[in-house]
Each structure stands twice: as structure tokens, then as C-alpha cells.
T-cell receptor, first 112, second 111 residues
Framework: KAGVTQTPRYLIKTRGQQVTLSCSPI?????VSWYQQTPGQGLQFLFE???????NKGNFPGRFSGRQFSNSRSEMNVSTLELGDSALYLC???????????FGQGTRLTVV | DAKTTQPPSMDCAEGRAANLPCNHS???????VYWYRQIHSQGPQYIIH???NNETNEMASLIITEDRKSSTLILPHATLRDTAVYYC????????????FGPGTRLSVLP
């Protein structure tokens, strides 16, 4: 069974631009969550979607948003990029919303 | 969710058992203990989780003390590929996927 797939793997954007990252969960998984990992703050929860509904949201500004489609695939968007948004963005999927999560390899975003 | 405390780093000889401790003295009755690891620049990998009974799978064993205030992850025969940061997380299992990751323990398996 294929794992969680995130695209693209690497991305360079300019400050002020916006970016969309994509995540395809493991087949059959209905929950998708997103995390940001930086050297200074570590792994931080962004938000979680289950059956196209956002169930939980972390403490991030409104520039960070996401959505989930009917096939469980998810996207996250960051608008008005700042240098501090440079990070590894990780997506995880779960069969249900109360079980262990399986992570993808992440998208490394660099904002210049 | 309860807070966890882990040593920042540990070394282990290849082929020996690696015992990674985690303190979670404020754990509640409905909170599970999860372990993940992250090998450099990869996504975290699920290892094991448990509530109060000891658990074992193909990767590791999880020993939870009777009072549930601490636990130990055991890698029975550590290999160089087990070098990673190991995260102990405590969370309520019906509260969604918002795992709270601390700094973890950096395990170095030495040849």
C-alpha cells in the first residue's frame, strides 16, 4: 500500500507570494493533518481534516489555511509568505480521527 | 494533553537494547502514550502506543509503569538505522490528530 505522498518535495518562494502544498493520504484513510517543523519551534500542529471538515486547528495565523476533498486528498495554502514560514511541512493521514498517524516525507519550503 | 519529559540525547551500542525513558507524571486516565521517531529530514514514523498494558510489535516494546507516570520504549537489538530523534507523546485518543511533539530524545546507535 502506498504511503502518504506530498508534492512538491522542495519549493522556493519569494516573500509576499502564496503557496499551495498537496497531500495524498494512504488509500482508505479519511483523516489528514498538517504540521510545520522548524529548527526553532520543532514540530507544530497546523490543522486536521476529517471527511472534508476541519476538526482541529493549531495556533497559527489566518494566512495558513487548508481544505480536504471528497477523495480525502488535502491541500494547505499559505498566503503572503514571510521569511519565517520557511520550514518542513508535513502531512499525516489516519484511518479514523482517533488513531495513530502516518506521516509523509514533507515539503521543504524556503522563502527568500 | 499531559506534558512529557525525555532526556535530550542517548547513545547505544549496535546490537544492544536501547531503552528510552519518558516521564509523564501528569497523565490522565484516558490519555494514551505514543512513540514516534524521526530520522533526519524524513517524516516522523509511528512506532507504538499504549494505554496501561505493555505493548509489543515488530519494531519495539512499550513498558508503562503501573501508576502510568512513566514509560520506556525498548528497541531490542538496535541497529545503525535506528539512529533518530524519538518522541514520546501523551494524548487523549478521541481528540483528533493534534499530536504535541516535544524536543524528543536524540538516539545515536554506535558501531
Amino acid at each position: 500500500k502506498a504511503g502518504v505522498t506530498q508534492t512538491p518535495r522542495y519549493l522556493i518562494k519569494t516573500r509576499g507570494q502564496q503557496v499551495t502544498l498537496s497531500c495524498s493520504p494512504i488509500s482508505g484513510h479519511r483523516s489528514v493533518s498538517w504540521y510545520q517543523q522548524t529548527p526553532g519551534q520543532g514540530l507544530q500542529f497546523l490543522f486536521e481534516y476529517f471527511s472534508e471538515t476541519q476538526r482541529n486547528k493549531g495556533n497559527f495565523p489566518g494566512r495558513f489555511s487548508g481544505r480536504q476533498f471528497s477523495n480525502s486528498r488535502s491541500e494547505m495554502n499559505v498566503s503572503t509568505l514571510e521569511l519565517g514560514d520557511s520550514a518542513l511541512y508535513l502531512c499525516a493521514s489516519s484511518p479514523q480521527w482517533d488513531t495513530e498517524a502516518f506521516f509523509g516525507q514533507g515539503t521543504r519550503l524556503t522563502v527568500v | 494533553d499531559a506534558k512529557t519529559t525525555q532526556p535530550p540525547s542517548m547513545d547505544c551500542a549496535e546490537g544492544r537494547a536501547a531503552n528510552l525513558p519518558c516521564n509523564h507524571s501528569t497523565i490522565s486516565g484516558n490519555e494514551y502514550v505514543y512513540w514516534y521517531r524521526q530520522i533526519h529530514s524524513q517524516g516522523p514514523q509511528y512506532i507504538i502506543h499504549g494505554l496501561k498494558n505493555n505493548e509489543t510489535n515488530e519494531m519495539a516494546s512499550l513498558i508503562i509503569t503501573e501508576d502510568r507516570k512513566s514509560s520506556t520504549l525498548i528497541l531490542p537489538h538496535a541497529t545503525l538505522r535506528d539512529t533518530a530523534v524519538y518522541y514520546c507523546i501523551v494524548r487523549v485518543d478521541n481528540y483528533g490528530q493534534n499530536f504535541v511533539f516535544g524536543p524528543g530524545t536524540r538516539l545515536s546507535v554506535l558501531p
